[in-house]
Structure formats: structure tokens, C-alpha cells
């Protein structure tokens, strides 16, 4: 694929607001003008979605990592692989990636500020960025030859030395993983075809500190098929969306939903469905 160099042009959408002298009380006189501040060129046509903090920001482009200074847009630091999926928390970036020229990833650990390697564990060949709730880090992912990766895994690991608590093992690919205080909640899929139809679709919980199995809820829905789309947790409920494929085209969408479970004991508490393909929802004061 050929890599084209873009221009990272997110801090261009700081502005300064310029207000007209005669502005009416509610600001319908207002103008604003919108001020360059810097331009950062990556190494390819495409990054994903910085996240900023402590005065950083962090994107991914083609197959690096970069760190850059968020006042003056000068690069702190980079970091080359190969499917970067990343979090950055507490001062340290936690990363899944795959080293170029390897056939298995790692998940790593890097002091934020300099991109210094405080450690790494050889983990997946598939997986989504890693979760961090108070000392651990839960990563899910998966293990086959591409593209069936039938094997899933889910990871406990301490976020300070990158010791392994728990390991969950599932016969389904693990497509992405939420976390509350109690709870692991990870949605999977095996891309195994029979008449076209995806199966082995479904969610599951397990205890947050131990990895055991709670509850195992299977699917004649297609959940999450939307790459990178974890379920979501609030209020003792588990929200996450599906699309539906037909027979004749395991390709062609025909409609999809969204499911909300109790998260003690995974038990259906409504199943919404539309007749257009559904990505992420999104929950507020107890509406989704």
C-alpha cells in the first residue's frame, strides 16, 4: 500500500474568538477566526484519533506511534510496529502492537513522556486497545492463522511490572473487551462460515479479579461486528450492538441492534432492532 505523507492538522481546530465591539447580549454579532498554531506531517495518508494529556498528544500514522508536544507540535518521541492499538494513562502508554518482521504481537508498557520501554509481553497476532481500571491492564485478543484467528484470549496484567494475574481461554476470537470494578465483559466471534452465516457470536463476564466464567450468553445476532466497538457498562447494565448478515452474502448488512443485559447474570433486558447496520452507541442519563 502506498504510504502518502499528511499533514496532522488537529490542533488546527484551536481558535481564538474575535468579538465585534457592537455583539448583542446573546452573541449573535460574534465572529471567530480559527488560528494555525502548527502543522505536524505524518508518515502516511491516514492517523487514528489523538488523545491528549499532560500536555502531550498521541496518534497513530501507517505504523507508528508518535508522541508530539501539544503547545508548539514538535515530536517528543516515536515508536514503529505494526497494528498499534493504544491507551495512554498515569504517565505510561500502554500498547498492543506487532513488531515489524515478527508474526505475534506484544503488549507493552512506555514511560509517556520519553517513549522508554518499561516492559513487554509477548501476547496475540489480533487484538484492540488495552483497558486500564486501578493496577491492571485487561487486554483481549487472539491467536490463529489469518484471518480465522479462532482462539481468543483476555489478559489480567499488573500495570506496573507486566506480570500476568489471570488469563481467560475462549474458543471464539475475543473481538473487544470492557471492564467495571467487578466485571471483564468480552464480546466474541469465530469466522468460521456455515451457509455463508457467521456463528459462534456472543458476550461474556468474568470476575475481574480471578477470570472466572459468570455467565456465557451465545447469539444468533452477529454482536459487535463493528471492529473495535467494546461493550459499554453503566448502571448494573451492559449495553453493545450487533449487525445481522444474510445467507447469500455474509457481506451485505440487513440490519442491526442494540442489546442491554443485567451484568449480574447476563439476562436480556431489551433487544432494540433496526433495519440499517448499527456501530457504536452511546449511553447517557439512562438512555442509549
Known sequence: MKKTALT??????????????SMSANGSNSTATVTQLW???????SFSTPIVADGLIYTTSWNTLYCINASTGTQIWSRNALFIRFTVENGYVYLNEVPQGNSQGDVACLNAFNGDEIWKFPYATSF????????????????????????????????????VKWQFTINSRANSVAVSENFVFVSFHNENYTEGLFYGEGICALDASTGRLIWNIPSNDYLNRV??????????????????????????????????????????????????????????????
Request: proline share 7%; with cysteine.
Open 8 to 21: 496532522f492538522a488537529c490542533i488546527i481546530l484551536l481558535s481564538s474568538l474575535i468579538l465585534n465591539p
Open 39 to 45: 502543522k505536524f506531517t505524518t508518515d502516511s495518508e
Open 128 to 163: 484492540n486497545s488495552p483497558v486500564v481500571l486501578g493496577n491492571y491492564v485487561y487486554v483481549a485478543g487472539s491467536i490463529g492463522p489469518y484471518p480465522d484467528f479462532n482462539h481468543g484470549f483476555v489478559y489480567a496484567i499488573e500495570a506496573s511490572s507486566g506480570r
Open 227 to 288: 471492529q473495535g466497538t467494546p461493550p459499554i457498562i453503566q448502571s448494573n447494565k451492559v449495553y453493545l450492538s450487533y449487525n445481522n448478515y444474510t445467507k447469500a452474502d455474509s457481506n451485505k448488512v440487513t440490519g442491526g441492534g442494540v442489546y442491554a443485559l443485567d451484568t449480574l447474570n447476563g439476562s436480556l433486558l431489551w433487544n432494540f432492532r433496526i433495519s440499517t447496520p448499527v456501530s457504536l452507541p452511546t449511553v447517557t442519563n439512562s438512555h442509549c
